[in-house]
């Protein structure tokens, strides 16, 4: 089998904000032979704009597809909002001309065109489905056996089914098997498919705030060491953030939170 070839996505908040996942990500993508290829030039996803201008975040979106054509790869992302935008945008152009003819008028401006001929995955669906599981175990070299984690897939890698559609969404097993292949124990534990809350935070606080709180209680409660994460804002709500949730509840969790790879 030939070694995976991917584009390589970093997105917006990974760079800037957390560039220990981007880290791990590349050592371990070296390890088990993936070749990533720099991105040229590329911008935003779009995501943040979505709520405000649905045909900015389709162009902004576009314009990274037709990159990705014009160098001939697929794309990887380690951010579950670029998946679910740039797959959103792949799989809505592809099907509506009329749209894709109105998004090409604004890519025309900047010398490009959206033809629908590239693919995006997430970090691990090109795990799970490129390298393949037998080949991951094979590659680990200090078992990580005894230690006890929990993990959060998130919402953007498993939501909406008809754009991202790869795993279930009510019982996601990829990331679970990805940790068990590492020797550790993944442990179940209440509503561990609902939102972290980070997307409403700009918003209001208290909200996500509660609903990253009654996560982590769950995860505290099944006896978790860790907890396991494969998107930035995820991260970010239960890593960053965890001394302002404690701080807001006057509660102590001492929750480590771990980047998947």
Known sequence: MSNPKYLLFPGCVIPYRLSSYEISARKV???????????????CCGYPMDVINHDLMLTLAARNLCIAENVGLPIMTLCNGCFCSLNETNKILKEDKKLRDKINGYLKEVGMEFKGTTEVKHLIYVL????????????VVKPLT???????SGCHVLRPRKYVGRDDP????????LIRLTGA???DYMDETEC??????????DVPFQMAKEKLDHVRTVGAQAL???CP?????FDLNQPRIERAFNEKFNMPVLHYP
């Open 29 to 43: 993508l070296a390890k088990l032979n993936v070749e990533i290829v720099e991105m040229p030039e590329y911008n």
């Open 228 to 230: 396991i994460t494969v």
């Open 146 to 152: 005894g230690i006890r984690v929990a993990q959060h």
């Open 128 to 139: 799970s489905e490129d390298v393949g599981y037998e080949r991951i175990k094979n590659a």
């Open 233 to 237: 804002f995820c991260h970010i709500m």
């Open 185 to 187: 124990e993944c442990l």
């Open 170 to 177: 009510e019982n996601p097993t990829t990331l679970k098997e």
């Open 196 to 205: 972290c809350g980070n997307p409403i935070i700009g918003v209001n606080e």
